[in-house]
């Protein structure tokens, strides 16, 4: 069972951005777990709610978005999501498989509590959008 | 005064290690170092196929390997004989992790290596999710396992690039279908490359072997040709 190094790991990089955001605490966790993302949302909850209570983290939400396999093919570009795990084509048959989403374990957003008062807030850009880490 | 201001992510909970494993695979290629992480369930023969590969090198490849295991330093000991070897011992981890394999290296005599060889912890789960800077990721599979097996760890199997099926010399006397299980594998991963060895015997270690070369020569080419690429 490795969802617990996972989420400890979830839990960091939350603490990175709460401190970088300047953020009074966290409020919520956004997730996205996928048929392929080699975590089950079920233990991914259960890491969630051990790690919080000895981090002290008590109360904070965790939302997990549960999506599908969706792939690409690269022979005739049809993007569709695969309910068996046969990756061939639906439309050409063809092998040449991408997988787009469903693999990954991602953390989506974070919603902070912060001080409404601390001007220093103002003018932080509300999103540091960064790249969606490549496939292979 | 509160209130909530909701951050924007949408990134892989391990990016950061990725980015390091890819760095260091980068660094890998720079040396024409090969990497494979070899990726099984317990007992279906990780060792011994090291073991007969690393004979059937010796004085013409160098080779080192990683050995994981929860605990003890059988395997490394099994091992030493042909190769260098340093144990990872994951206390009780059920899957090897970037950290480690860092680790490991540094221990190692030396780093100018053609071949090296991660053994994980006998798992086909947990080390599907963790990148430890492989070029190639080999999943090895034994007959007496059940050929229905791919399709159970279809995350294994779909981020492997070759799957070996070890102790052939069981075939007579189990319920095993090669073909059976090869095709399961490909439903997955249609470009899987397939061998069928038995690591007692030496059956099949040739052309297992000569596919890692290859392999090898590949990655050197690619690596040529990025570095080309770069230079304009």
């Known amino acids: 069972m490795h969802e617990m190094s996972l989420v400890r790991s979830l839990l960091q990089q939350v603490e990175q951005l709460r401190r970088q955001h300047g953020g009074l605490a966290v409020e919520q966790i956004e997730v996205e777990i996928g048929p392929l993302s080699g975590v ?33 093919c690269l022979k005739c570009c049809l993007d569709f999501e695969m309910t068996e795990l046969d990756f061939h084509c639906a439309n050409c048959n063809s092998s040449a498989i991408r997988i787009i ?19 220093s807030l103002h003018g932080v850009a509300s999103e540091s959008g960064t790249q969606r880490g490549s496939h292979s | 005064m509160t209130s909530t201001r909701t951050i924007t992510v949408n990134q892989d909970v391990q990016a950061e290690k990725k980015r390091r ?32 590969t690393a004979k059937y090198w010796q004085g013409k490849h160098k080779v080192a390997v990683l050995v ?17 070897v340093e144990q990872l011992t994951t206390g009780g981890a059920c899957h090897l992790e970037l950290a480690l394999v860092e ?114 020569e590949r990655m050197i080419e690619s690596t040529r040709q990025a570095t080309e690429c770069t230079a304009l």
């Open chain 1, 40 to 72: 089950e949302p079920l233990l991914v909850g259960e890491a969630f709610d051990t790690l919080t209570v000895e981090q002290s983290l008590t109360g904070v939400q965790l939302v997990i978005q549960e999506v599908p396999l969706t792939v690409h």
């Open chain 1, 101 to 119: 989403g469903g693999d990954e374990f991602r953390l989506l957003n974070v919603t902070l509590q912060t001080d409404s008062a601390d001007d």
């Open chain 2, 21 to 52: 494993a890819a760095e260091l695979r980068n660094s890998f290629s720079q040396r024409g170092t090969f990497v494979i992480n070899l990726v099984s369930s317990p007992g279906a023969g990780k060792t011994s196929l090291l073991e007969a």
């Open chain 2, 68 to 84: 994981g295991d929860l605990a003890t330093e059988r395997d490394a000991e099994r091992l030493r004989p042909y190769v260098p």
């Open chain 2, 103 to 216: 680790r490991g290296l540094q221990r190692l005599p030396e780093v100018d290596f053609e071949f090296l060889f991660i053994e994980n912890v006998g798992n086909l789960v947990c080390p599907a999710s963790h990148d430890l800077a492989e070029h190639l990721r080999v999943v090895l599979m034994s007959t007496t396992e059940g050929d229905d097996k791919p399709g159970k760890y279809p995350k294994m199997y779909r981020t492997s690039g070759a799957l070996v099926i070890n102790k052939s010399d069981l075939l007579p006397y189990v319920p095993f279908s090669i073909d059976a299980a090869i095709a399961d594998a490909r439903l997955i991963q249609p470009d899987l490359a397939a061998f069928t060895v038995c690591s007692l015997t030496g059956e099949g270690i040739e052309s297992w072997c000569q596919y890692l070369e290859e392999a090898r």
